[in-house]
């Protein structure tokens, strides 16, 4: 569904990503590890379209989608929940929500609006509060319902248990293992390594702007050098 | 019987009130999608030059000189626009600051289209022109009792009303369509904004270019009220001072900007038996409000309460 060949992506001098091969395979939920400063997000931004990759190429559905805007991508089902609940405060949920939607112009929003409140029926609850006002928790599922109102075929969730309570992140990721066999697949950048490898299906650990491990979700779990780096344990085997 | 009502002096600070009401409106636009620009008093510039040159070198009528001055400034708008999206903050303040004054200085040196410092005299006024347009139609003031000065003041703020009404009508649509909620959302988080599908890029130019077109546009008309305009009119002064009129009166809605240039305008007029002490007074008082209410006089939480208290009175 999705494929990056050899992507590289600067900040001014300073490279990012030293050239990135990644692939995300339809219905999948796929996982993106590392430690700070590795490159995930600038990854994600990268498939969104926030930032142009100098070198390299992104695929999406066979087609060639390098260099598109946000805007463009997103037409093309690729919807980024950014790093931090990037939420409109001064909007009312239901606001932010139908902001969601923007690009849209079918009769079927109500109705999408309607069922992902459903989804979060907090949401529905405080439909005319102002966004501002949430929880920290509430505020990350607003985002997440507002990307899921674009209609998106792939879902990018930057860092969604960022600053969340455990409890709250369990949420937050059964949420995701939802959306996700509601058939839109995922592409989760996480910190919380030992969550998101339990529910993906695949990872890649990043490093220093590399990919250094791929593999099942199992074999990460399992791979001594994550679980050393990522599972804060020392590997028993 | 009008005669006796229609104040001359009266209609003239009417007239500038309206003037000033579109100034500020021109940074309010920009700034409601967080971009603080005080270029306006450079696009005001341009909008008046332009108009004023065409019509005394061609003789062409006021109003195709207006619209021409106006579109003179929202292509600087978009020209300046483009390049000035990489800024924000007060670096895009400062850039366009820079840019009124870069306008300034051209408006000063060149000597042979501009007539330098001197400014330039003889500026068709459009309360003339519409006197005599009405007289073609056969029309003559004192057919409804009033004498012709009365005539050229009164139409000139008509003219300005029926302006500023327009303009306050599109801007208040805009607010509330696709392109409103666009300019918002980037405003509140443009990364937000971005990740939702709104092409930031093109709406933040929409919204300076917009700016720069009411500034020019009331620019253009300044020229034609005054008759007279010089590169002094334009300087940082005058950025600073409509500036103020939109952050004194609230720039989080569009009637703050309405109420600054409302009150700020006719406020030294009204102090003017206080003579020396008025400016004094008009600093004093914008220090105060800077303290007590940073957010300007007007703010929506205000309105909210205004529209509350009002509908609960109609119940009862």
New interface residues.
């Given amino acids: 569904m999705l494929k990056l060949t050899n992507v590289e992506t600067f900040y001014g001098q300073i490279q990012a990503l030293k050239g990135i091969d990644l692939e995300v395979n339809e219905g999948k939920i796929i996982t993106l590890l590392g430690a700070n400063g590795a490159g995930k997000s600038t990854t994600m931004k990268t498939i ?1 379209g ?1 930032l142009k990759p100098k070198n390299g190429s992104v695929e999406f559905n066979g087609e060639n989608v390098t260099g598109l ?3 463009q991508l ?2 093309k089902g690729i ?4 790093e931090g609940r ?6 009312t949920v239901l606001e932010n929500l139908e ?2 939607a ?2 849209r112009n079918d009769k079927d929003v109500r109705n999408d609006i309607e069922d992902v409140m459903q989804r979060f029926p907090i949401l529905k609850e405080r439909q005319t509060q102002m966004a501002g006002t949430l929880s920290g928790g509430q505020q990350q599922m607003l ?1 997440i319902a ?2 899921l109102l ?1 209609k998106p075929k792939l879902l990018l969730l930057d860092e969604p248990s960022m600053g969340l309570a455990p409890l709250i992140v369990a949420d937050i990721f059964k949420i995701i293992k939802e959306i996700n066999e509601a058939g839109t697949t995922v592409l989760l950048v996480e910190q919380n390594a030992k969550q998101a490898l339990k529910i993906a299906d695949y990872g890649y650990v990043m490093e220093t702007g590399k990919i250094i491990i791929e593999g099942s979700a199992q074999s990460l779990l399992e791979d001594p050098r994550v679980v050393e780096a990522y599972l804060g344990r020392k590997s028993t085997s | 019987m009008l005669g006796e009502i229609l104040n001359t002096y009266y209609l003239q600070i009417g007239s500038f009130i309206l003037i000033n009401i579109m100034l500020a409106i021109s940074v309010y636009v920009p700034l409601s999608s967080g971009q603080l620009s005080l270029g306006s008093a450079g696009f005001m510039g341009v909008g008046a030059y332009t108009s004023a040159l065409l019509t005394i070198h061609f003789d062409l009528p006021i109003f195709v000189g207006v619209i021409a001055g106006a579109l003179a400034a929202s292509i600087l708008g978009v020209i300046v626009g483009i390049p000035s999206l990489r800024l924000s903050g007060v670096y895009l303040a400062i850039a366009t600051l820079g840019l009124g004054e870069v306008i300034r200085v051209i408006f000063v040196n060149w000597d042979s289209l501009t007539k330098g410092s001197v400014g330039l005299t003889g500026i068709p006024q459009l309360g003339r022109e519409i006197l005599e347009f009405s007289r073609g139609l056969g029309f003559e003031p004192a057919m409804i009792g009033i004498r012709n000065n009365q005539f050229v003041f009164l139409s000139i703020f008509l003219v300005l009303l029926i302006l500023v009404i327009a303009i306050l009508w599109f801007v208040i649509r805009q607010q509330n369509s696709r392109v409103g909620r666009a300019l918002q959302s980037i405003n509140m988080d443009d990364r937000a904004a971005e990740s939702m599908g709104i092409n930031i890029t093109h709406y933040k130019v929409v919204a300076f270019t917009q700016g720069a077109f009411f500034a020019g546009l009331a620019g253009a008309l300044f020229a034609h009220v005054i008759g007279y305009i010089s590169p002094a009119d334009f300087s940082y002064h005058r950025a600073v001072e409509v500036l103020i009129f939109t952050v004194f009166g609230g720039s989080e809605v569009i009637i703050g900007s309405v109420f600054g240039a409302f009150f700020l305008t006719l406020m030294p007029e009204v102090l003017r038996f206080v003579s020396e002490f008025r400016y004094i007074i008009y600093g004093i008082l914008l220090v105060v409000l800077m303290a007590v209410r940073p957010q300007g006089i007007l703010d929506a939480n205000l309105l909210k309460k205004f529209k509350f208290k009002r509908s609960k009175g109609g119940v009862r």
């Fill in positions: 969104a926030l805007r946000p805007d997103l037409r919807s980024l929940v950014p990037a939420i409109l405060t001064s909007m902001m969601g923007y690009q985002a507002r990307a674009s």
